[in-house]
C-alpha cells in the first residue's frame, strides 16, 4: 500500500524537477498508473471497503442463501447448515457455480453480520470478590521436560495473583490450591468465581444454580466463603484471571523453569507472585501490594487450622506390609499386615492411619506400577530374619543410597563378630533412624568407626554426645579482686612438668 510519502515523492519529480510520467516510474519504481494518480490528487485515497460482491452466477441465489443462513439460526447449535449444506441445497435449485464462491460469499456475509460483543465495565469491593481457574505449562524438572498444571486465584480488588503448580488437576489438588492461595493472601475472598469445574460442580441445573460436589461443599462449609459460576461456555465472566493465567504462562513460566522437585517449582512462583506485587495498576496510584493490604482488612479470617485437602480411602495391608493407591504400592510397618487401615491422599504425599495415628508417609509417586518403601518397616522383621539382608528389596534400594560409613561399619561388624550376629547388630544400629534424625547417625556411626568403637554401643554413645549440648563456660566475676582485672591469659608450658620429674 503506498503512502503520503510515495506521493510526495512523485509530485516533487513531476511538478518541480519537470519529470514525466515514463521517467519518473523507471527511477523510482512506481507503476505509471500510480504516477498518474500521485498527479492529481496530493495523498493516496482512503481505503474503501467493498460491498459483499455476488458474481453473475451467484447474483440470483444470494436471497435464498441469506434465508437459509436465517433459517439455521433457528435451529439447535450442533445441528445448523453449513456452508458445505446451504451449496449442496442451492445446486439442487439450480445453481450452477463453485462451491467456493458460496463458502467465500458465506464467511463475508457473517463477518458483515456478526454482532460485536460488548462488556460492562465492573468494579468489586475490597475483600469481596476473586477468581480461580487453571491453566498448563512446559517445565524441566529433574532433567526430563514434562507439562503441569497451575492453580491461579485472583482477588479482583488489589489484583494480586497466586499461582501453584502441580502435577494434575485432581479435587486434592484443587482444595490444596485454595489452602495455600488463603495463606499466601492471609485471608479468604468472601466469594469467589468458577468456570463449571468437575471438581467443583456435580451437576448444572437452571441459570447460576449448581449442585456442588460434596467434597467441595463440606470445603466450603469449612472456609464459609460463597461460590459463583459462570455461565457454561461464557468464560470471558471471569475474564480478569484468564488473563493473569496468560501473564502466568509468558512470565512466570519463561523462561522453562529448571527445577528438582514440584517444591523448588512452587518456591519459585510464590516469589515471583511477591515479586509481582510491586506492580502498578492502570488507573490506581497504590501498588497492588497497598491495596492488599485494604483487602485483607476485609476478608474472612483464617482457621486455626487448614482442611485436610485429600482423598480418604479404606486400604487393606497386604503380606508384603504394602497398600495400593492408583496402582501403586506404599510400605506400611511389618506389624500392620493384614489390617485393615486408612488411607490419605494428598496432592504431593500419602498418608497411612491406624485409628487416628499416622503409621507411615510417603512422597506420592505419579508413576504407575511403583513400589515405594521405607526400609525401616521392615527391620522389626529383618531383625528376626537377618539370613535375608541381603536379599531384602527394600534394604538393597537403601543400600545405594546411605553413606559410605554404613557399608564400612557393617564389614568391621562381620569381621571381629560371627558375620550373623554381625548382621543382627548393624540391623539393631540402623533401628535407630525410628528415633534420631539421619544426620545425627551418621556422624555417630562415623565417628564410632574413627575411634574404634564398632558396634552398636558405640553409636549410642556417640548420638548421646551430640544430643549433650556442654555447659558454655561463665566469665568470671573479678570487681572484688581488682589486681587481677588486668591480668592476660598465659599459654601453659608443659615442659615444667618434665624439668620436675627430672628433679
Known sequence: MRTVEDFL?????????????????RKYGYGRNLVRKAIVEPAPLPYKKREIGTGKVLGPYEDRIKALLLESEELPKKQRFTANNIYKQIQKEGYQGSAGGVHNYISRYRKETRIKQAYLPLAFEPGEDAQVDWGEAVVVIQGKHQKVQ??????????????????????????????????????????ITYDNLKTAVFRILEGHNRQEQEAFLTFRSYYLFESFYCNPGEGHEKGGVENDVGYAQRNFFSPIPQVESFEELNLHLQKCCQENMERSVWGKKETVSQLW???????????SRDYPACKTKPVKVNPYSQVVYETNRYSVPVQFSGRQLVLRAYSFWIEVLYLDRIVAVHPRCFDRQQEIYDPIHYLPLLKQRPGAFQYTVPIKKWRKEWPKAYEEFLIRLQDQENPQQGIREFISILHLHRDYPAEILEQAVSAALHQGMPNLNGVLYQVRRQLESTPAARQMDLTMFPKLQHMEPQTVDLHAYNRLLRG
Not at 515523492?9 to 516510474?25: D, H
Open 150 to 191: 497451575f492453580f491461579t486465584m485472583r482477588l479482583n480488588y488489589s489484583k494480586v495473583r497466586f499461582v501453584m503448580a502441580f502435577p494434575f488437576q485432581k479435587q486434592e489438588a484443587f482444595l490444596e490450591g485454595h489452602i495455600q492461595a488463603f495463606r499466601f493472601l492471609k485471608g479468604i475472598p468472601k466469594r
Open 293 to 303: 493490604q485494604i483487602d485483607r482488612k476485609n476478608m474472612l479470617p483464617l482457621p
Open 9 to 25: 515523492k512523485i509530485r516533487e519529480a513531476y511538478f518541480k524537477e519537470k519529470k514525466s510520467i515514463r521517467a519518473i516510474s
